[in-house]
């Protein structure tokens, strides 16, 4: 199969109206990303450009998605919105607890002591915070030991002892007394190259919502370098959890899990290194999902400007292949810098679209529109959303999602209004969080599947769900992690044909094993439990 990408803005408002609409201020999402430290001085420190993620999360188990926003400067602490009945957000963090006063970078989502209550981890650059959920809207703070710079992080039961344990990213040993500057000799930003990475950090949960480090006992620690997204799922299919981590200019790491609980780099191996060309890339965000719909789940890494987004192509037993060109996405990076990023199906064809957040780390001429701060104007730059045209080319298609020109860094999707299609939450640093409602025109039906544990009433993160239509298969991924310093819907969400009756739906667990369920129509969501299956 030949994949082409059309590589102009197409204005596809008079065929389809409105693809996705800007509801924050109609929301009542009121949030500013402050990246400043206390003494509020921009002084070109690397912390300052990287912010910052957020999370769709159902904290209070009423059944919609609520919103918590991370927060830089300590004098501003991180937000918790919780959604009312009437789709507005109220902003609950003082009552809540959850108001981290770090250096915030990211979150992750999951129930880590199996109450059937979310709880929240923070990464900052500094000491890292787990929020315990107590119920009632009220969280308990408990302090991590490491003092590194936190990035992404990722719940999922690698050890298939029945709780969620945690992989923390680790960017670079920062040192805030070192400049770097333009070719005109004016200050910028440093680069990654220019500090050591450091090592990434695995903590197994021990089943009292305590957590033990085993990054050295498990090999995660034998390698230090720039992490900046991280993925959990069964990538060569042998029943057991990896890890998949984006490094900033280093090769990337695929941790393969072995029979002992130890994991082997095999990134190399495996073809998920380095790029088609053998270079290394500026590994920013991670999107997971059958990009080629043939059962298995491919990798889409977002990359510095001047590089390319890149696809990982799941060829099964062979590893993974570099196919950026070869299905057509060669083009979509190349001007932009990418972080945050999804894989969705807006319309509902059957088919995953995507949707990239950018912004610069090195100065640039300011855009038209881009903000006026004559500090973080110049790292300014749009959206993106790229259609998949019928699984053959994709095409950039424009809207309110890429209309402002702001520095974004997270990016996740949800069913934030409850109709069935996923919904865009993008934080920005420096700026606004904003929330997209989808709006646009369906072409076919539409499936939400929960797949839950057996041991609890928890998410089973990194469970594989296919469901057959008319003879069809498709194939999705329930994990909240994942893109960029962000946690997203912890659902699988199908775009499904219009016609015809679904034939099966099989859950592949963490664990490997897989169950089959029945499903009564579509147009709904559904869930299913481990054990509970055939």
């Not at 201020?25 to 430290?37: I, M, N, Q, Y």
């Not at 088919?351 to 973080?376: I, M």
């Amino acid at each position: 199969m030949t994949w082409l990408f059309v590589a102009n803005c197409v204005d596809v408002s008079a065929r389809d109206g409105p693809l996705f609409t800007d509801i924050t201020a109609s929301a009542g999402l009121v949030f500013e990303h402050d990246p400043l430290p206390a003494d509020g001085a921009f002084k070109f420190r690397l912390p300052e450009i990287m912010g910052s993620g957020g999370a769709f999360l159902d904290f209070d188990g009423d059944g919609d998605l609520d919103i918590y926003l991370v927060q830089a400067t300590p004098l501003k602490p991180n937000r918790l919105y919780r959604q009312e009945e009437d789709g507005h957000f109220e902003d609950v963090t003082e009552a809540s607890g959850l108001g981290d006063r770090g250096y915030g970078m990211g979150v992750a989502v999951g129930d880590v002591d199996n109450d059937g209550r979310l709880d929240v981890y923070v990464t900052n650059y500094g000491r890292d915070a787990l929020y315990h959920n107590r119920g009632g809207g009220r969280f308990e703070k408990t302090e991590m030991a490491s003092e590194s710079w936190s990035t992404s992080a990722v719940f999922c039961d690698f050890d298939a002892d029945g709780y969620l344990d945690l992989y923390v990213t680790s960017y670079v040993k920062y040192d805030a007394g070192k400049s770097c500057f333009k070719h005109d000799g004016s200050a910028d930003f440093c680069g990654p190259q220019e500090f050591p990475g450091e090592a990434d950090r695995l903590y197994r949960n021990d089943g009292n919502g305590n957590f033990t480090d085993v990054s050295r006992s498990s090999r995660i620690a034998s390698m230090r370098a720039p992490g900046l997204g991280v993925v959990c799922l069964d990538l060569n299919a042998d029943g057991r959890l990896d890890f998949y981590v984006a490094n900033d200019g280093k090769a990337n790491q695929l941790w393969i899990q072995q029979d002992d609980g130890t994991f082997v780099d095999d990134a190399y191996m495996l073809g998920a290194a380095l790029n088609a060309f053998g270079k290394e890339e500026a590994g920013m965000g991670i999107a997971t999902g059958d990009v080629d719909n043939d059962g298995d789940i491919d990798l889409f890494l977002t990359h510095l400007r001047n590089e390319t987004n890149t696809l990982y192509r799941n060829d099964g037993e062979l590893g993974f292949e570099d196919a950026t060109h070869h299905m057509g996405f060669g083009k979509t990076g190349i001007d932009r810098t990418g972080f945050g990023v999804a894989m969705l199906d807006f319309d509902h064809d059957g088919h995953l679209d995507l949707a990239v957040a950018h912004g610069r780390v090195a100065w640039g001429p300011p855009l038209e529109g881009s903000p006026s701060n004559p500090s973080f104007g110049p790292y300014a730059e749009p959206n993106v959303l790229l259609r998949n045209v019928g699984g053959a080319q994709f095409e950039r298609v424009a809207g309110e999602l890429d209309a402002a020109i702001e520095i974004s860094r997270g990016l996740v999707t949800g069913d934030v209004d409850g109709d069935g299609d996923l919904d865009v939450l993008v934080t920005n640093n420096a700026g606004p969080a904003r929330l997209f409602r989808n709006d646009a025109s369906k072409i076919g039906r539409w499936l939400l599947v929960r797949a839950l544990s057996d041991r609890a009433e928890r998410d089973a993160h990194g469970a594989l769900v296919t469901v057959s239509v008319g003879g069809r298969l498709f194939t999705r991924l329930a994990q909240p992690g994942g893109s960029y310093l962000s946690s997203g819907d912890p659902r699988a969400h199908f775009g499904l044909p219009a016609e015809g009756v679904v034939e099966a739906l099989t859950v592949v667990w963490p664990d490997g094993e897989a169950e089959s369920f029945s499903v009564d129509g579509l147009n709904r969501v559904i869930v299913v439990r481990k054990g509970e299956g055939q």
